[in-house]
């Protein structure tokens, strides 16, 4: 069994995450509950942060808060000195009702609407990292209209193809996202912002995908951009002051997961850095990382309550739990996998091999197929590891269950950081029927 972060067994042999007995904070604020282990989001934060330091390079790491959007974990990348990357309209809404720097605040997407872009201008927030021809076209419109200068970074794709899922790789040609280092669009895309009298054209990004567990592919990128940045130089005595490389560093979903520590992806990112700009003799730029999974990723973890299970002779149990692929999409979105312990079994023997399903009315609503618990009862809290990523900022309504309670967990201390859905919250939206019927109408 593995245990993260600050995650414990007390003495009623219950599992502890942040000091706090989890069957007690199950039962305060009711299931299924996420808990953030607020410690270990800390320690992540500045492990990135420092290896940079220690390397004597300036650089921003910031949070990709697509992973996990609330106003609460956004006061904490902010206390950790994070900046933030927000994906729409709804994220830097959330970041400005954080009151977080904005100058901190980077805007993603490759859609982003002409409302949001005004948005991000009315904020003006630190940086749009513009990903498409259109955008250009959006970003210069609004510069233009307002005399308004923006800081802009290019984004692009390496062609550096990242061995991890096919669905969630974004490093590829064959990507919506970014423009082609490789056919001429990068070279376009800088000669329609580089001296363009509003704009700041500050460098390129790339991020290369997700959930990434070894540093070639990260390398391949950083020397890909930098070639490009050199060419520039060489050719329109254009400097890059910023090159961002993304996110995507692995996390430990499952034993067959070996993720690599903070401090190696960012050493041999810099390192290719380091040498290339001595080589080429280029100013060192600040260098921006994005991780998302791996700040949020293994501190959440999931309280449900197991309820009915069903024996299916010679072949499989189901435990079912009150929640599944509302609050977790990704084992029927991705087939992720994840680890489950019996919360308030600790120290009883995990080997009972059960399918953990959801409650959701999809055949394909199970959470983890095989999961080892200890004698699952009804009643039993169930805790599924390393759901902070992904989980609750992908959560629905669908069969109109209510989104779950999320609580944040730190030295013995503990917050309710999102309330859980009531089913007022439920119909907040709908409007009842105010059409005529037909019959009534003669
Ligand atoms: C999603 C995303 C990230 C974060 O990815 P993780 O795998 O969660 O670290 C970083 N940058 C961009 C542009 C992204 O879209």
Known sequence: MHLYGTQSVNERGHLTIGGTDTVDLAHTYGTPLNVYDIALFRERASAFKKTFESM??????????????????????????????????????????????????????????????????????????????????????????????????????????????????????????????????????????????????????????????????????????????????????????VLNLGGGFGIRYTEEDKPLEPSVYVEEMATVVLSMTRSHNYPLPEIWIEPGRSLVGDAGTTLYTAGSSKEVPGIRKYVAVDGGMSDNIRPALYGAKYTAVSANRMNEPHVDKVTIAGKCCESGDKLIEEAQLADPTEGDIIAVFCTGAYGYSMASNYN????????????????????????????????PLQLVRREERI
């Open 56 to 241: 004597g390079i300036r650089a921003q790491v910031a949070y990709a808060s697509k992973a996990f959007s609330s106003i609460a974990i956004y006061e904490i990348a902010e206390q950790q000195g994070l900046s933030l990357d927000v994906v729409s309209g709804g994220e830097l809404f959330t970041a400005v009702s954080a009151n977080f720097p904005r100058n901190r605040i980077h805007f993603h997407g490759n859609n982003k609407s002409f409302t949001e872009l005004q948005y991000a201008f009315d904020e003006k927030i630190g940086c749009i990292v513009i990903d498409n021809f259109s955008e250009i076209e959006l970003v210069k419109e609004i510069a233009e209209s307002r005399k308004e200068s923006m800081n802009v970074l290019i984004r692009v794709t390496p062609g550096v193809e990242a061995s991890t899922h096919d669905y969630i790789t974004t490093g590829q040609e064959d990507s919506k996202f970014g423009f082609d280092l490789k056919n001429g669009q990068t070279d376009e895309a800088f000669l329609q912002l580089y001296n363009h009298p509003y704009i700041n054209l500050l460098g390129m990004h790339c991020h290369i995908g997700s959930q990434i567990f070894e540093t070639d592919a990260f390398r391949l990128a950083a020397e890909a951009l930098m070639n490009k940045m050199v060419a520039w130089r060489d050719n329109y005595e254009f400097i890059c002051t």
């Open 400 to 431: 109109r269950l209510p989104k779950p309670a999320v609580v944040f967990s730190e030295n013995g201390q503990h917050q309710l950081v999102v309330r859980r859905e009531t089913y007022e919250d439920i119909v907040r939206l709908d409007i």
